[in-house]
């Protein structure tokens, strides 16, 4: 499919969709504490979705059961919720949430600290987080898809993080999922020309340790193969004239 560019009434409703979004994820990483099992994080996150008047998009979404992707330590991804499941602290938990206002999409995780975390972790995610801003720095019209994937790239490994290959951003619009792919990593091609109107989900997961991952038996849950923490941090944003704007953050 072609990349689509977004006319400024499709770019109002996912600044809208973005706004939402970002105050979910601001009021469920207030509400996160020791104690709390991995399902209160979705019920309360379907909650405040639907109360937004949106619909939460993972939902069903290829058979996915829940609205809040909820990834615990070593879960790098699409973490199910779970009653039994309950946050220690010094836990670190990545939350993925997606809405759905007026048919346009918006996609943004986190990952928190649960209480007090090992340094070690603590440096990971905010590592992660500076992967995206890294990114960004080239989500600009003109510039190729790779400059994005080769700055986090660069940035990860300068110390000594894993960038996960298996799984990758994207496009974003009317679908969770379009065209592009965002590559976390650098690829053999530039890939596409960066144009005013794109909307792109980049989302870095970078582990602790070694790149490679598995999926659980439960064909969603994807962990570290090493066992090491991961972290995971997204955003969707709009290539502009300028500077790139990030939808999904207050
Ligand atoms: N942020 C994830 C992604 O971009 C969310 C998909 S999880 C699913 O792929 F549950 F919806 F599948
Ligand atoms: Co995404």
């Known amino acids: 499919m072609p990349v689509s560019i977004k006319s400024a009434r499709e770019i109002e409703l996912m600044r809208e969709a973005?706004?939402?979004l970002a105050n979910v994820h601001?009021?469920?990483?207030?509400?996160?504490?020791?104690?709390?099992?991995?399902m209160d994080i979705d019920r309360m996150g379907e909650k405040l979705i639907r109360g937004y008047g949106c619909i939460p998009s993972f939902k069903n979404y290829n058979?996915?059961?829940?609205?809040?992707?909820?990834s615990v330590n070593d879960e790098v991804v699409h973490g199910i919720p779970n009653r039994h499941h309950i946050l220690r602290e010094g836990d670190i938990v990545s939350l993925?949430?997606?809405?759905?206002?007026?048919?346009?999409?918006?996609?943004?995780?986190?990952?928190?600290?649960?209480g007090t975390v090992s340094p070690q972790a603590q440096k990971l995610i905010q590592v992660t987080r500076?992967?995206?801003?890294?990114?960004?720095?080239?989500?600009?019209?003109?510039?190729?898809?790779?400059?994005i994937s080769s700055a986090i790239q660069?940035?990860?490994?300068?110390?000594?993080?894993?960038?996960?290959?298996?799984?990758?951003g994207?496009?974003?619009?009317?679908?969770?999922?379009?065209?592009?792919?965002?590559?976390?990593?650098?690829?053999?091609?530039?890939?596409i020309r960066l144009r005013p109107g794109m909307t792109l989900a980049i989302?870095?997961?970078?582990?602790?340790?070694r790149a490679d991952v598995v999926w659980m038996d439960d064909d969603w849950t994807v962990v570290t193969d090493d066992g090491t923490l991961s972290a995971h941090y997204e955003n969707t944003i709009l290539i502009t004239e300028g500077d790139p704007e990030i939808l999904s953050l207050p």
Do not use: W
Request: net charge negative.
């Open 203 to 209: 989302e870095p997961m970078i582990n602790a340790g």
């Open 96 to 114: 993925d949430a997606g809405v759905i206002y007026h048919g346009y999409h918006s996609d943004a995780a986190r990952t928190h600290a649960v």
């Open 26 to 38: 601001k009021q469920l990483g207030e509400a996160l504490k020791p104690g709390m099992s991995t």
């Open 63 to 70: 058979g996915y059961p829940a609205s809040i992707c909820v």
């Open 170 to 191: 994207h496009g974003i619009g009317t679908h969770l999922h379009e065209d592009p792919e965002v590559p976390n990593f650098a690829q053999d091609k530039k890939g």
């Open 154 to 168: 660069k940035y990860a490994e300068s110390f000594g993080y894993g960038v996960v290959r298996d799984l990758v």
């Open 130 to 147: 500076e992967c995206f801003f890294e990114g960004i720095k080239y989500a600009r019209s003109g510039n190729h898809l790779n400059d």
């Open 18 to 20: 973005g706004r939402i």
